[in-house]
């Protein structure tokens, strides 16, 4: 069973930057695509950021385009994403989350029902 443990949220000022780190235990993330979404408060999880198993291939919400960076590093088991030019809309909790069946990830890898393992979430907090 695959535990994943996100780490590095916390308050911030606009235009500030915070890496989020996603560790995993229990098994390995060699051959296992990641994603990292955010929800608010009374809203749908959002889709963030993917990578594939290698670190290949990454996608991205136009929302973070530009400003957000995944990366993967299978050494560590660990994903993270790296948060620039954060705004006060980026005020959410964020989840990073693990494809272990890895079957359909390229066509869906912006949604959270291809992802079968989730971390508890990490608070990120912008002001203005």
């Known amino acids: 069973q695959v535990q994943l443990v996100e780490s590095g949220g916390g308050l911030v000022q606009t235009g500030g930057s915070l890496r989020l780190s996603c560790a995993a235990s229990?098994?390995?993330?060699?051959?296992?695509?990641m994603g990292w979404f955010r929800q608010g408060p009374g809203k749908e999880r959002e889709f963030v950021a993917a990578?594939?198993?290698?670190?290949?291939?990454?996608f991205y919400a136009n929302s973070v385009k530009g400003r957000f960076t995944i990366s993967k590093d299978n050494a560590k088991n660990t994903v993270y994403v790296q948060m620039n030019s954060l705004k006060p809309e980026d005020t959410v909790v964020y989840y990073c989350?693990?494809?272990?069946?890895?079957?359909?990830?390229?066509?869906?890898?912006?949604?959270?029902?291809?992802?079968?393992?989730w971390g508890q979430g990490t608070e990120v907090t912008v002001t203005s």
């Open positions: 989350a693990a494809d272990r069946r890895a079957r359909t990830w390229l066509r869906n890898y912006n949604e959270p029902t291809e992802y079968d393992y």
């Open positions: 229990g098994g390995t993330l060699n051959t296992t695509p």
């Open positions: 990578t594939s198993w290698a670190g290949s291939t990454s």
